[in-house]
Protein backbone atom coordinates (compact mmCIF):
# COMPACT_ATOMS: atom_id res chain seq x y z
CA UNK A 1 0.00 0.00 0.00
CA UNK A 2 0.99 3.87 -0.72
CA UNK A 3 2.73 5.56 2.03
CA UNK A 4 2.42 9.20 4.12
CA UNK A 5 4.41 11.78 5.04
CA UNK A 6 4.45 13.88 7.87
CA UNK A 7 5.95 17.20 7.78
CA UNK A 8 6.69 18.74 11.36
CA UNK A 9 6.04 22.56 11.01
CA UNK A 10 7.87 24.23 13.69
CA UNK A 11 8.35 27.84 12.75
CA UNK A 12 7.64 31.72 13.62
CA UNK A 13 4.43 30.97 11.17
CA UNK A 14 3.16 27.78 11.76
CA UNK A 15 3.82 24.46 14.33
CA UNK A 16 1.98 21.63 13.89
CA UNK A 17 2.34 18.05 12.08
CA UNK A 18 1.16 17.69 8.44
CA UNK A 19 0.48 14.42 6.74
CA UNK A 20 -0.07 14.21 3.17
CA UNK A 21 -0.93 10.55 1.34
CA UNK A 22 2.00 10.07 -1.08
CA UNK A 23 0.46 7.52 -3.87
CA UNK A 24 -2.55 7.97 -6.24
CA UNK A 25 -6.13 8.86 -5.59
CA UNK A 26 -8.43 6.61 -7.68
CA UNK A 27 -12.06 5.81 -7.03
CA UNK A 28 -11.66 7.48 -3.56
CA UNK A 29 -8.98 4.98 -2.58
CA UNK A 30 -4.86 5.77 -2.63
CA UNK A 31 -2.84 2.82 -4.68
CA UNK A 32 0.36 2.62 -6.09
CA UNK A 33 1.39 3.46 -9.75
CA UNK A 34 1.08 -0.13 -11.71
CA UNK A 35 4.47 0.13 -13.67
CA UNK A 36 6.03 1.76 -10.31
CA UNK A 37 7.91 5.64 -10.88
CA UNK A 38 8.09 8.00 -8.41
CA UNK A 39 8.70 11.76 -8.03
CA UNK A 40 11.57 13.95 -5.85
CA UNK A 41 9.95 16.63 -3.92
CA UNK A 42 12.40 19.63 -3.12
CA UNK A 43 11.95 22.63 -0.82
CA UNK A 44 12.85 25.35 -3.11
CA UNK A 45 13.49 26.95 0.65
CA UNK A 46 16.54 25.00 0.86
CA UNK A 47 16.90 22.95 -2.00
CA UNK A 48 16.86 19.88 0.05
CA UNK A 49 14.70 17.06 -0.20
CA UNK A 50 11.37 16.94 1.34
CA UNK A 51 9.39 14.00 0.27
CA UNK A 52 9.06 11.12 -2.77
CA UNK A 53 5.40 10.93 -4.00
CA UNK A 54 4.07 8.29 -7.03
CA UNK A 55 4.17 8.97 -10.61
CA UNK A 56 1.93 7.58 -12.75
CA UNK A 57 2.09 6.38 -15.86
CA UNK A 58 -0.55 5.72 -18.76
CA UNK A 59 -2.04 2.67 -17.00
CA UNK A 60 -2.94 4.60 -14.55
CA UNK A 61 -5.08 7.25 -16.71
CA UNK A 62 -6.43 4.70 -17.65
CA UNK A 63 -7.91 3.27 -14.81
CA UNK A 64 -8.43 6.74 -13.11
CA UNK A 65 -10.19 7.32 -16.50
CA UNK A 66 -12.26 4.48 -16.28
CA UNK A 67 -13.48 5.56 -12.34
CA UNK A 68 -14.20 8.85 -13.59
CA UNK A 69 -16.43 7.54 -16.73
CA UNK A 70 -18.16 4.61 -14.44
CA UNK A 71 -19.09 7.56 -11.65
CA UNK A 72 -20.25 9.43 -14.59
CA UNK A 73 -22.41 7.25 -15.82
CA UNK A 74 -23.85 6.00 -12.46
CA UNK A 75 -23.53 7.78 -9.72
CA UNK A 76 -22.89 11.65 -10.65
CA UNK A 77 -23.52 13.92 -14.15
CA UNK A 78 -26.93 13.74 -14.86
CA UNK A 79 -27.57 11.34 -11.64
CA UNK A 80 -26.77 13.73 -9.19
CA UNK A 81 -29.03 17.36 -9.11
CA UNK A 82 -27.48 20.20 -8.55
CA UNK A 83 -28.84 20.84 -5.36
CA UNK A 84 -27.00 17.78 -4.08
CA UNK A 85 -23.80 18.76 -6.29
CA UNK A 86 -23.93 22.03 -4.44
CA UNK A 87 -24.61 20.37 -0.73
CA UNK A 88 -21.07 18.30 -1.30
CA UNK A 89 -19.29 21.50 -2.42
CA UNK A 90 -20.29 23.26 0.15
CA UNK A 91 -19.39 20.20 2.89
CA UNK A 92 -15.75 20.31 0.65
CA UNK A 93 -15.64 23.81 1.69
CA UNK A 94 -16.30 23.55 5.11
CA UNK A 95 -13.88 20.79 6.02
CA UNK A 96 -11.04 23.12 3.56
CA UNK A 97 -11.74 25.72 6.05
CA UNK A 98 -11.58 24.19 9.09
CA UNK A 99 -7.79 23.32 7.89
CA UNK A 100 -6.77 26.61 5.89
CA UNK A 101 -3.65 26.62 8.09
CA UNK A 102 -2.86 22.89 7.35
CA UNK A 103 -2.82 23.78 4.01
CA UNK A 104 -1.04 27.25 3.82
CA UNK A 105 1.46 25.80 5.51
CA UNK A 106 2.06 22.59 3.17
CA UNK A 107 1.82 25.25 0.25
CA UNK A 108 4.30 27.50 1.51
CA UNK A 109 6.94 24.63 2.23
CA UNK A 110 6.13 23.03 -1.22
CA UNK A 111 6.40 26.32 -3.37
CA UNK A 112 8.39 28.72 -1.45
CA UNK A 113 5.37 31.35 -0.93
CA UNK A 114 5.33 33.33 1.97
CA UNK A 115 3.03 31.86 4.08
CA UNK A 116 1.12 34.73 5.09
CA UNK A 117 0.33 35.41 1.41
CA UNK A 118 -0.37 31.74 0.97
CA UNK A 119 -2.81 31.81 3.82
CA UNK A 120 -4.30 34.86 2.76
CA UNK A 121 -4.02 35.23 -0.86
CA UNK A 122 -3.94 31.39 -2.38
CA UNK A 123 -5.98 29.80 0.23
CA UNK A 124 -8.47 32.18 0.63
CA UNK A 125 -8.70 32.44 -2.53
CA UNK A 126 -9.44 28.76 -3.47
CA UNK A 127 -11.80 28.83 -0.47
CA UNK A 128 -13.46 31.45 -2.25
CA UNK A 129 -13.50 29.84 -5.66
CA UNK A 130 -15.39 26.48 -4.62
CA UNK A 131 -18.05 28.89 -2.72
CA UNK A 132 -18.85 30.49 -5.47
CA UNK A 133 -19.03 27.75 -7.46
CA UNK A 134 -21.19 25.84 -5.07
CA UNK A 135 -23.77 28.19 -5.51
CA UNK A 136 -23.95 28.29 -8.78
CA UNK A 137 -24.72 24.01 -9.02
CA UNK A 138 -28.48 24.32 -9.30
CA UNK A 139 -28.29 27.30 -11.80
CA UNK A 140 -26.51 25.72 -14.53
CA UNK A 141 -30.18 25.95 -16.86
CA UNK A 142 -30.94 26.75 -20.48
CA UNK A 143 -33.49 28.36 -22.36
CA UNK A 144 -37.13 27.96 -23.88
CA UNK A 145 -37.32 29.03 -27.19
CA UNK A 146 -39.99 30.19 -29.34
CA UNK A 147 -40.07 29.44 -32.58
CA UNK A 148 -43.71 28.93 -33.67
CA UNK A 149 -47.10 27.39 -32.08
CA UNK A 150 -46.52 23.81 -33.17
CA UNK A 151 -43.12 23.56 -31.49
CA UNK A 152 -41.65 23.65 -27.87
CA UNK A 153 -37.93 24.15 -28.32
CA UNK A 154 -35.71 24.60 -25.34
CA UNK A 155 -31.90 23.79 -24.80
CA UNK A 156 -30.12 21.93 -21.99
CA UNK A 157 -26.29 22.66 -20.45
CA UNK A 158 -25.36 18.99 -20.12
CA UNK A 159 -21.79 18.28 -18.51
CA UNK A 160 -18.96 16.73 -20.97
CA UNK A 161 -18.37 13.66 -18.64
CA UNK A 162 -14.55 12.88 -17.84
CA UNK A 163 -12.46 15.71 -17.85
CA UNK A 164 -8.24 15.85 -17.89
CA UNK A 165 -7.16 18.82 -15.77
CA UNK A 166 -3.44 19.80 -15.67
CA UNK A 167 -2.11 22.71 -13.16
CA UNK A 168 0.63 24.49 -13.00
CA UNK A 169 3.34 24.94 -10.01
CA UNK A 170 3.05 28.53 -9.39
CA UNK A 171 -0.16 29.15 -7.89
CA UNK A 172 -1.32 24.88 -7.21
CA UNK A 173 -4.42 24.87 -4.95
CA UNK A 174 -5.31 27.95 -6.20
CA UNK A 175 -5.90 26.62 -9.92
CA UNK A 176 -7.09 23.28 -8.53
CA UNK A 177 -10.26 24.88 -7.37
CA UNK A 178 -10.12 27.10 -10.88
CA UNK A 179 -10.47 23.88 -12.54
CA UNK A 180 -12.10 21.74 -10.16
CA UNK A 181 -15.15 24.16 -8.86
CA UNK A 182 -16.76 24.98 -12.16
CA UNK A 183 -16.08 21.06 -13.26
CA UNK A 184 -17.79 19.88 -10.23
CA UNK A 185 -20.79 22.58 -10.31
CA UNK A 186 -21.77 21.12 -13.58
CA UNK A 187 -21.55 17.53 -13.09
CA UNK A 188 -18.44 16.42 -14.88
CA UNK A 189 -15.66 13.72 -13.43
CA UNK A 190 -12.33 14.72 -13.09
CA UNK A 191 -8.67 13.18 -13.79
CA UNK A 192 -6.79 16.16 -12.14
CA UNK A 193 -2.65 16.03 -12.69
CA UNK A 194 -0.61 18.52 -10.35
CA UNK A 195 2.47 19.79 -11.56
CA UNK A 196 5.25 17.41 -10.77
CA UNK A 197 7.19 20.05 -8.77
CA UNK A 198 4.22 20.67 -6.20
CA UNK A 199 2.13 18.10 -5.76
CA UNK A 200 1.73 18.29 -1.70
CA UNK A 201 -1.66 20.50 -1.68
CA UNK A 202 -3.19 18.40 -4.03
CA UNK A 203 -2.76 15.20 -2.18
CA UNK A 204 -3.37 16.49 0.72
CA UNK A 205 -6.74 18.07 -1.07
CA UNK A 206 -7.61 14.65 -1.81
CA UNK A 207 -8.58 13.35 1.60
CA UNK A 208 -11.10 16.04 1.69
CA UNK A 209 -13.12 14.89 -1.59
CA UNK A 210 -13.49 11.53 0.99
CA UNK A 211 -14.48 13.01 4.03
CA UNK A 212 -17.02 15.46 2.49
CA UNK A 213 -18.87 12.81 0.40
CA UNK A 214 -17.96 12.50 -2.83
CA UNK A 215 -18.80 9.35 -5.04
CA UNK A 216 -15.85 7.57 -5.63
CA UNK A 217 -14.44 8.21 -9.30
CA UNK A 218 -15.66 11.50 -9.16
CA UNK A 219 -12.26 13.51 -8.71
CA UNK A 220 -9.44 11.53 -9.49
CA UNK A 221 -5.74 12.83 -8.16
CA UNK A 222 -2.55 11.55 -10.16
CA UNK A 223 0.79 12.95 -9.42
CA UNK A 224 3.01 12.34 -12.83
CA UNK A 225 5.13 14.35 -15.37
CA UNK A 226 4.05 15.90 -18.33
CA UNK A 227 5.55 13.98 -21.05
CA UNK A 228 4.33 10.44 -19.13
CA UNK A 229 0.81 11.56 -17.42
CA UNK A 230 -0.01 14.35 -19.50
CA UNK A 231 0.34 13.37 -22.54
CA UNK A 232 -1.72 10.47 -21.49
CA UNK A 233 -4.37 12.19 -20.12
CA UNK A 234 -4.19 14.66 -23.43
CA UNK A 235 -4.23 11.80 -25.84
CA UNK A 236 -6.83 9.72 -23.89
CA UNK A 237 -10.05 8.11 -26.02
CA UNK A 238 -12.58 8.29 -23.26
CA UNK A 239 -11.62 12.27 -22.07
CA UNK A 240 -14.13 14.32 -23.14
CA UNK A 241 -12.40 17.58 -22.55
CA UNK A 242 -9.03 18.59 -21.04
CA UNK A 243 -7.98 21.98 -19.26
CA UNK A 244 -4.39 23.29 -18.67
CA UNK A 245 -2.73 25.99 -17.58
CA UNK A 246 0.76 26.39 -18.25
CA UNK A 247 3.22 27.54 -20.55
CA UNK A 248 1.95 28.26 -24.36
CA UNK A 249 5.12 25.79 -25.62
CA UNK A 250 2.96 22.82 -23.55
CA UNK A 251 -0.14 23.77 -24.71
CA UNK A 252 0.28 23.60 -28.25
CA UNK A 253 1.23 19.60 -27.64
CA UNK A 254 -1.59 19.46 -25.26
CA UNK A 255 -4.10 20.78 -28.39
CA UNK A 256 -2.01 18.37 -31.04
CA UNK A 257 -2.48 15.44 -28.40
CA UNK A 258 -6.72 16.12 -28.54
CA UNK A 259 -6.83 17.19 -32.06
CA UNK A 260 -5.22 13.95 -33.19
CA UNK A 261 -6.86 11.31 -30.55
CA UNK A 262 -10.59 11.98 -30.04
CA UNK A 263 -10.90 15.60 -31.02
CA UNK A 264 -11.33 16.32 -26.90
CA UNK A 265 -12.41 20.27 -26.18
CA UNK A 266 -9.25 22.09 -24.91
CA UNK A 267 -9.35 25.11 -22.87
CA UNK A 268 -6.11 26.62 -22.28
CA UNK A 269 -4.38 29.75 -19.98
CA UNK A 270 -1.15 30.26 -21.23
CA UNK A 271 1.91 32.17 -20.72
CA UNK A 272 1.76 35.97 -20.64
CA UNK A 273 4.21 39.04 -21.10
CA UNK A 274 2.11 41.77 -19.78
CA UNK A 275 2.69 45.42 -20.10
CA UNK A 276 2.34 47.91 -17.37
CA UNK A 277 1.49 51.50 -18.97
CA UNK A 278 1.77 54.36 -16.99
CA UNK A 279 1.27 57.93 -17.66
CA UNK A 280 2.53 61.14 -16.80
CA UNK A 281 -1.64 62.13 -15.55
CA UNK A 282 -1.28 59.02 -12.74
CA UNK A 283 -0.92 58.45 -8.91
CA UNK A 284 2.65 58.20 -9.38
CA UNK A 285 3.02 56.87 -5.58
CA UNK A 286 0.25 54.39 -6.41
CA UNK A 287 1.21 53.63 -9.91
CA UNK A 288 4.91 52.71 -8.29
CA UNK A 289 3.68 50.62 -5.88
CA UNK A 290 1.06 48.42 -7.78
CA UNK A 291 3.74 48.19 -10.70
CA UNK A 292 5.84 46.57 -8.31
CA UNK A 293 3.09 43.87 -7.05
CA UNK A 294 2.61 43.49 -10.87
CA UNK A 295 5.85 42.23 -10.97
CA UNK A 296 7.02 40.93 -8.11
CA UNK A 297 3.84 39.13 -7.05
CA UNK A 298 4.69 35.41 -5.96
CA UNK A 299 8.16 36.42 -7.03
CA UNK A 300 7.64 37.07 -10.35
CA UNK A 301 6.24 33.40 -11.18
CA UNK A 302 3.03 35.04 -12.32
CA UNK A 303 1.73 34.56 -16.36
CA UNK A 304 -0.29 37.75 -15.76
CA UNK A 305 3.10 39.18 -14.26
CA UNK A 306 3.62 43.04 -15.81
CA UNK A 307 7.37 42.45 -17.05
CA UNK A 308 7.17 45.26 -19.39
CA UNK A 309 6.81 48.90 -17.70
CA UNK A 310 6.28 51.53 -20.05
CA UNK A 311 6.54 54.92 -18.11
CA UNK A 312 5.92 58.47 -19.98
CA UNK A 313 8.51 60.61 -20.12
CA UNK A 314 7.65 63.08 -18.12
CA UNK A 315 7.37 61.01 -14.84
CA UNK A 316 10.04 58.34 -16.20
CA UNK A 317 13.11 59.38 -14.10
CA UNK A 318 10.61 60.34 -10.96
CA UNK A 319 9.31 56.42 -11.27
CA UNK A 320 12.79 54.90 -11.52
CA UNK A 321 13.54 56.41 -8.39
CA UNK A 322 10.61 55.57 -6.36
CA UNK A 323 10.35 52.30 -7.99
CA UNK A 324 14.42 51.20 -7.23
CA UNK A 325 13.24 52.53 -3.45
CA UNK A 326 10.37 49.76 -3.57
CA UNK A 327 12.50 47.08 -5.36
CA UNK A 328 15.22 47.77 -2.36
CA UNK A 329 12.29 47.26 0.55
CA UNK A 330 11.39 44.15 -1.29
CA UNK A 331 14.93 42.59 -1.48
CA UNK A 332 15.43 43.30 2.20
CA UNK A 333 12.03 41.69 3.06
CA UNK A 334 13.39 38.02 1.22
CA UNK A 335 14.18 35.37 2.88
CA UNK A 336 12.27 32.08 4.71
CA UNK A 337 8.54 31.65 4.06
CA UNK A 338 8.08 30.90 7.15
CA UNK A 339 9.79 34.24 8.68
CA UNK A 340 7.68 36.93 9.71
CA UNK A 341 7.83 40.22 8.18
CA UNK A 342 9.21 38.74 4.54
CA UNK A 343 8.13 39.76 1.47
CA UNK A 344 9.91 37.68 -1.15
CA UNK A 345 10.58 33.81 -1.11
CA UNK A 346 12.53 31.94 -3.38
CA UNK A 347 11.94 30.23 -7.61
CA UNK A 348 10.21 27.16 -7.46
CA UNK A 349 13.05 25.24 -8.84
CA UNK A 350 16.59 24.90 -9.58
CA UNK A 351 15.72 24.85 -13.37
CA UNK A 352 13.28 27.94 -12.92
CA UNK A 353 16.22 29.86 -11.01
CA UNK A 354 18.54 28.64 -13.72
CA UNK A 355 16.51 29.83 -16.47
CA UNK A 356 15.94 33.56 -14.77
CA UNK A 357 19.67 33.90 -14.25
CA UNK A 358 20.08 33.05 -18.35
CA UNK A 359 17.52 35.87 -18.77
CA UNK A 360 19.39 38.44 -16.62
CA UNK A 361 22.62 37.59 -18.28
CA UNK A 362 21.01 37.55 -21.78
CA UNK A 363 19.47 41.43 -20.88
CA UNK A 364 22.87 42.40 -20.04
CA UNK A 365 24.90 40.89 -23.19
CA UNK A 366 22.22 42.49 -25.25
CA UNK A 367 22.76 45.96 -24.00
CA UNK A 368 20.51 46.55 -21.09
CA UNK A 369 21.32 48.13 -18.02
CA UNK A 370 20.86 46.53 -14.96
CA UNK A 371 19.86 49.27 -12.88
CA UNK A 372 19.30 47.06 -9.90
CA UNK A 373 19.13 43.04 -8.52
CA UNK A 374 20.60 40.58 -10.73
CA UNK A 375 21.85 38.03 -8.24
CA UNK A 376 21.19 35.19 -6.18
CA UNK A 377 20.06 36.19 -2.94
CA UNK A 378 21.82 34.12 -0.11
CA UNK A 379 23.50 31.29 -1.49
CA UNK A 380 24.23 30.13 1.68
CA UNK A 381 21.00 29.19 2.29
CA UNK A 382 20.79 26.64 -0.33
CA UNK A 383 17.83 28.06 -1.64
CA UNK A 384 16.59 29.17 -4.90
CA UNK A 385 16.60 33.37 -4.37
CA UNK A 386 16.42 35.45 -6.85
CA UNK A 387 16.81 39.85 -6.15
CA UNK A 388 13.91 41.62 -7.65
CA UNK A 389 16.09 42.74 -10.56
CA UNK A 390 15.34 46.15 -12.55
CA UNK A 391 16.43 46.70 -16.55
CA UNK A 392 16.44 50.06 -18.15
CA UNK A 393 17.76 51.37 -21.40
CA UNK A 394 15.74 47.98 -23.14
CA UNK A 395 14.81 47.53 -26.57
CA UNK A 396 11.66 46.04 -28.15
CA UNK A 397 13.70 43.61 -29.63
CA UNK A 398 15.47 41.98 -26.69
CA UNK A 399 14.53 38.61 -25.38
CA UNK A 400 13.54 39.76 -21.49
CA UNK A 401 11.06 42.51 -23.64
CA UNK A 402 9.75 40.04 -25.83
CA UNK A 403 10.08 36.44 -23.85
CA UNK A 404 8.38 34.91 -20.97
CA UNK A 405 11.00 35.08 -18.27
CA UNK A 406 8.57 34.05 -15.17
CA UNK A 407 10.39 35.62 -12.79
CA UNK A 408 11.30 38.81 -10.74
CA UNK A 409 12.55 40.86 -13.38
CA UNK A 410 11.48 44.22 -14.55
CA UNK A 411 12.09 45.58 -18.16
CA UNK A 412 11.52 49.63 -18.13
CA UNK A 413 10.99 51.53 -21.49
CA UNK A 414 9.98 55.16 -22.07
CA UNK A 415 7.42 56.48 -24.43
CA UNK A 416 5.79 59.76 -25.54
CA UNK A 417 2.53 59.52 -26.69
CA UNK A 418 -0.09 57.58 -26.18
CA UNK A 419 -0.18 55.99 -29.54
CA UNK A 420 2.93 55.54 -29.00
CA UNK A 421 2.45 53.36 -25.40
CA UNK A 422 -0.52 51.65 -27.20
CA UNK A 423 1.82 49.89 -30.09
CA UNK A 424 4.51 49.06 -28.05
CA UNK A 425 2.02 47.31 -25.47
CA UNK A 426 0.47 45.27 -28.13
CA UNK A 427 4.13 44.85 -29.87
CA UNK A 428 4.09 40.75 -28.65
CA UNK A 429 2.24 37.60 -29.14
CA UNK A 430 1.11 37.19 -25.84
CA UNK A 431 -2.26 38.70 -24.77
CA UNK A 432 -3.20 37.73 -21.26
CA UNK A 433 -3.25 40.76 -19.31
CA UNK A 434 -2.45 44.94 -19.07
CA UNK A 435 -2.31 47.33 -16.55
CA UNK A 436 -2.92 51.48 -17.25
CA UNK A 437 -1.97 54.06 -14.83
CA UNK A 438 -3.94 57.10 -15.42
CA UNK A 439 -6.14 59.21 -13.64
CA UNK A 440 -7.58 60.71 -16.68
CA UNK A 441 -10.54 57.91 -16.94
CA UNK A 442 -11.12 58.82 -20.77
CA UNK A 443 -7.86 57.92 -21.34
CA UNK A 444 -7.45 55.01 -19.26
CA UNK A 445 -10.36 53.45 -20.54
CA UNK A 446 -9.52 54.24 -24.11
CA UNK A 447 -5.95 52.60 -23.42
CA UNK A 448 -7.77 49.51 -21.83
CA UNK A 449 -9.59 49.28 -24.65
CA UNK A 450 -7.22 49.31 -27.44
CA UNK A 451 -4.64 47.06 -25.62
CA UNK A 452 -4.69 43.14 -26.74
CA UNK A 453 -5.49 41.62 -23.34
CA UNK A 454 -7.88 39.15 -21.80
CA UNK A 455 -7.36 41.15 -18.81
CA UNK A 456 -7.17 45.20 -17.94
CA UNK A 457 -6.44 46.59 -14.74
CA UNK A 458 -6.79 50.21 -14.18
CA UNK A 459 -4.86 51.93 -11.63
CA UNK A 460 -3.87 48.57 -10.08
CA UNK A 461 -1.94 45.17 -11.10
CA UNK A 462 -2.66 41.52 -9.77
CA UNK A 463 -6.52 42.05 -8.67
CA UNK A 464 -8.47 39.68 -9.51
CA UNK A 465 -12.16 38.46 -8.31
CA UNK A 466 -13.39 34.91 -8.38
CA UNK A 467 -16.77 36.79 -10.48
CA UNK A 468 -14.90 37.96 -13.14
CA UNK A 469 -13.57 35.65 -15.77
CA UNK A 470 -10.35 35.12 -16.62
CA UNK A 471 -8.23 33.79 -20.30
CA UNK A 472 -6.40 35.34 -22.90
CA UNK A 473 -6.07 36.66 -26.17
CA UNK A 474 -3.14 35.64 -28.69
CA UNK A 475 -0.79 33.11 -27.91
CA UNK A 476 -2.05 33.63 -24.34
CA UNK A 477 -4.92 30.63 -24.38
CA UNK A 478 -8.60 29.74 -25.40
CA UNK A 479 -11.67 29.89 -23.24
CA UNK A 480 -11.98 31.20 -19.84
CA UNK A 481 -12.27 30.64 -16.16
CA UNK A 482 -13.89 32.00 -13.44
CA UNK A 483 -17.28 33.36 -13.18
CA UNK A 484 -20.74 32.62 -15.11
CA UNK A 485 -18.34 31.81 -17.99
CA UNK A 486 -16.43 28.87 -16.78
CA UNK A 487 -19.48 27.11 -16.60
CA UNK A 488 -19.43 27.27 -20.00
CA UNK A 489 -16.90 25.67 -21.14
CA UNK A 490 -17.47 22.64 -19.10
CA UNK A 491 -21.48 22.24 -20.24
CA UNK A 492 -21.95 21.33 -23.83
CA UNK A 493 -25.69 22.80 -24.95
CA UNK A 494 -28.02 20.48 -26.44
CA UNK A 495 -31.15 21.62 -28.01
CA UNK A 496 -34.10 19.75 -27.80
CA UNK A 497 -37.17 20.46 -30.44
CA UNK A 498 -40.39 18.85 -29.78
CA UNK A 499 -43.46 18.55 -32.63
CA UNK A 500 -46.76 19.48 -30.38
CA UNK A 501 -49.37 19.88 -33.27
CA UNK A 502 -48.03 19.51 -36.64
CA UNK A 503 -48.65 16.97 -39.07
CA UNK A 504 -46.85 15.36 -42.14
Given at each position: MPGTYTHSFDTPRYKGDVTVHTGLFINNEWVDPVEGGSIEVINPTTGKHI??????????????????????????????????????????????????????????????????????????LTL??????????????????????????????????????????NFPLMMLSWKVGPALATGNTIVLKPSELTPLTALKFAELIVEAGFPPGVVNILNGYGPVAGQAISEHQKIAKVAFTGSTLTGRKIMKAAAESNLKVVTLELGGKSPTVIFDDADLDQAVKWAAHGIYFNMGQACTAGSRIFVQEGVYDKFIDAFTGVTQYITAKTGDPFSGGMEHGPQVSQVQFDRIMSYIESGKSEGATLHIGGQQHDPASGGYFIQP????????????????????????????????????????????????????????????????????????????????????????????????????????????????????
Open positions: TTVSAAGPKDVDLAVDAAAKAFKTTWGLHTPGTERGRLLNKLCDLFEQRMDEFSALEALDTGKIFDKARHIDIKDVFRYYAGWADKVQGKTIETNEHKLAYTRHEPFGVCGQIIPWTIFTDCKPDMKIVKEEIFGPVAAVMKFKTEEEAIALANDTSYGLACHVFSMNINRAIRVAHALEAGTAWVNCAQSGDVAVPFGGYKQSGIGRELGQYALDVYTQVKAVQINIGARV
